[in-house]
């Protein structure tokens, strides 16, 4: 039977780069061998108009059948009154809360082409090569909330069992890679942290002796990042320390729109998205990068469907067209003349059918 890939454009530049990466998956089709399903759905601001609300049944149930689910981006200002009863991006927590996704994987991997679109140095980006791995479900972003006119609270609560299985879905990634994992927490204040660091001493003793664990505070982590990005193979930790550390590590890529995400739910499923947002700046010109959103298409063929050899061909096409000088404007350099998200588009499909 051929996997389900749930298409979920969304809002924004979401719709444009995801067109950009269908072709691409049509590219693979047509090389032959392989069949998708491929079923679109509504979320964010497009699912409110069109329903009333941002994360529809509709959605929630091909999420669900589906072997995979590639989103574009969610939000803009015509649904982001603070006072809205359905906001888009709660569509997207309840979309990654449906598929029980709690791994968000982030590979962030430089490239010499584009060393120029970073703001480091070109010395600090040699090598980078890092995995960051996010805990998605737990922590303060879904704890109790309280707020009265003086006072508001958040709280930040982990399991035992939540630790343990982000920490093995990081540890499992790190022995098909460098071996080496750190650990990031803020272990000399919060109690949560506290539990982090000896559930990871625990598990690595008993189940992964034969990898390297190292433990970082997030302050020094996003130091770190900055001065010796090249030292780090996986990275991992809780949900909100992840959400920061993983948009600092996307400038050493260059660009947001060259990142792409996977979030796993550890039996194969998973969502995969560019990591940036619909971006409503540029939206509607046909000027967005089309890059991350590839790169996710290759990370989905990968991780939930199997196919690691057609996921590094997608790979291999995206860094050769850069090698060649294309640029889109947000990694354009050095008065290089960009091109829209179309012809990006056009380049790296014609290099998958070469
Ligand atoms: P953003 O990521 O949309 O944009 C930040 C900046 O990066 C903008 O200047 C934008 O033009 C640029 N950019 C982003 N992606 C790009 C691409 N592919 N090519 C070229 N340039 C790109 O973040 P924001 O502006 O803070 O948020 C805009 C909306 O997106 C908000 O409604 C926000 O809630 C939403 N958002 C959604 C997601 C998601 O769907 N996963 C993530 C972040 C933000």
Same mark, same amino acid.
């Given at each position: 039977?051929?996997?389900?890939?749930?298409?979920?454009?969304?809002?924004?530049?979401?719709? +444009?780069?995801?067109? *950009?990466?269908?072709?691409?998956?049509?590219?693979?089709?047509?090389?032959?061998?392989?069949?998708?399903?491929?079923?679109?759905?509504?979320?964010? &601001?497009?699912?409110?108009?069109?329903?009333? !609300?941002?994360? #529809?049944?509709?959605?929630?149930?091909?999420?669900?059948?589906?072997?995979?689910?590639?989103?574009?981006?969610? &939000?803009?200002?015509?649904?982001?009154?603070?006072? =809205?009863?359905?906001?888009?991006? *709660?569509?997207?927590?309840?979309?990654?809360?449906?598929?029980?996704?709690?791994?968000?994987?982030? #590979?962030?991997?430089?490239?010499?082409?584009?060393?120029? @679109?970073? #703001?480091? !140095?070109?010395?600090?980006?040699?090598?980078?090569?890092?995995?960051?791995?996010?805990?998605?479900?737990?922590?303060?972003?879904?704890?109790? !909330?309280?707020?009265? =006119?003086?006072? @508001?609270?958040?709280?930040?609560?982990?399991?035992?069992?939540?630790?343990?299985?982000?920490?093995?879905? @990081?540890?499992?990634?790190?022995?098909?890679?460098?071996?080496?994992?750190?650990?990031?927490? !803020?272990?000399?204040?919060?109690?949560?942290?506290?539990?982090?660091?000896?559930? =990871?001493? +625990?598990?690595?003793?008993?189940?992964?002796?034969?990898? *390297?664990?190292? $433990?970082?505070?997030?302050?020094?982590?996003?130091? $770190?990042?900055?001065?010796?990005?090249?030292?780090?193979?996986?990275?991992?930790?809780?949900?909100?320390?992840? %959400? /920061?550390?993983?948009?600092?590590?996307?400038?050493?890529?260059?660009?947001?729109?060259?990142?792409?995400?996977?979030?796993? %739910? &550890?039996?194969?499923?998973?969502?995969?998205?560019? /990591? $940036?947002?619909?971006?409503?700046?540029?939206?509607? *010109?046909?000027?967005?990068? #089309?890059?991350?959103?590839?790169?996710?298409?290759?990370?989905?063929?990968?991780?939930?469907? &199997?196919?690691?050899?057609? =996921?590094?061909? /997608?790979?291999?096409?995206?860094? +050769?067209?850069?090698?060649?000088?294309?640029?889109?404007?947000?990694?354009?350099?050095?008065?290089?003349?960009?091109?829209?998200?179309?012809?990006?588009?056009?380049?790296?499909?014609?290099?998958?059918?070469?």
């Amino acid at each position: 039977m051929a996997a389900l890939i749930g298409v979920l454009p969304g809002d924004g530049i979401g719709t +444009e780069v995801v067109d *950009q990466a269908l072709r691409v998956i049509d590219a693979i089709v047509r090389r032959g061998g392989h069949a998708f399903e491929l079923r679109r759905g509504l979320i964010g &601001g497009a699912a409110i108009d069109a329903t009333g !609300k941002a994360f #529809p049944a509709a959605t929630r149930q091909l999420a669900l059948q589906a072997d995979a689910v590639l989103l574009g981006a969610v &939000g803009g200002p015509k649904w982001s009154d603070p006072a =809205a009863r359905e906001r888009p991006e *709660q569509g997207l927590l309840d979309l990654r809360a449906a598929m029980g996704v709690y791994a968000n994987v982030r #590979p962030v991997r430089t490239h010499p082409s584009l060393y120029e @679109a970073s #703001p480091l !140095k070109a010395d600090r980006l040699r090598g980078v090569d890092i995995l960051v791995i996010r805990e998605l479900t737990g922590g303060i972003y879904f704890g109790t !909330k309280q707020r009265d =006119a003086d006072s @508001a609270s958040d709280l930040c609560s982990y399991t035992r069992a939540e630790i343990e299985r982000v920490l093995r879905v @990081a540890a499992t990634m790190a022995r098909r890679r460098r071996g080496r994992v750190t650990s990031v927490d !803020k272990a000399n204040v919060l109690e949560t942290s506290r539990l982090w660091r000896s559930v =990871a001493n +625990e598990l690595f003793a008993r189940e992964f002796p034969e990898l *390297q664990l190292e $433990h970082l505070l997030v302050d020094a982590a996003a130091m $770190h990042l900055l001065s010796r990005p090249a030292d780090f193979d996986v990275m991992v930790t809780e949900n909100m320390f992840g %959400d /920061i550390l993983t948009d600092e590590a996307s400038m050493l890529a260059g660009s947001m729109g060259m990142l792409p995400s996977a979030s796993l %739910d &550890g039996q194969g499923r998973g969502l995969y998205e560019p /990591i $940036h947002g619909s971006a409503p700046d540029i939206a509607g *010109q046909g000027i967005a990068n #089309p890059c991350g959103t590839i790169l996710s298409v290759a990370l989905l063929l990968r991780h939930s469907l &199997g196919l690691e050899a057609e =996921a590094a061909r /997608i790979e291999r096409a995206v860094y +050769e067209v850069l090698d060649s000088g294309l640029r889109t404007r947000d990694i354009a350099t050095g008065g290089v003349a960009a091109v829209g998200t179309a012809a990006m588009g056009d380049a790296i499909v014609a290099r998958l059918n070469a």
